[in-house]
């Protein structure tokens, strides 16, 4: 497990060995994790952000978009 992106908004760890990434809205308290060609796209749209663009407020955007009405709430036990 890695935090391959951290922001106030926005965290991203990587799981290589899944091949995933788990998408931590932290204002929402909501996480989505994703794998196979749903992690690669997300990682192709990453790189797609143009790098003078590339900044916290872009890529939060495109979080954003990936967690609207599939991230689910996080559950503390």
């Known amino acids: 497990m890695n935090v391959v992106y ?5 965290a991203i760890v990587a799981y290589p ?4 990434f788990e998408l931590v809205d932290k204002l ?7 794998q ?6 997300l990682r192709e749209a990453i790189d ?3 790098y003078a663009e ?9 979080l954003d978009d ?5 991230a689910r709430p ?3 036990h």
């Open 36 to 41: 196979g060609s749903v992690a690669t796209g």
């Open 54 to 62: 590339r900044n916290e407020e872009s890529i939060d955007s495109l």
């Open 17 to 20: 060995v899944q091949q995933g």
């Open 28 to 34: 929402g308290g909501r996480t989505l994790f994703v």
């Open 66 to 70: 990936y967690c609207v009405g599939a």
């Open 48 to 50: 797609r952000i143009p």
């Open 74 to 76: 996080i559950v503390y």
């Open 6 to 10: 951290n922001s106030e908004s926005y």
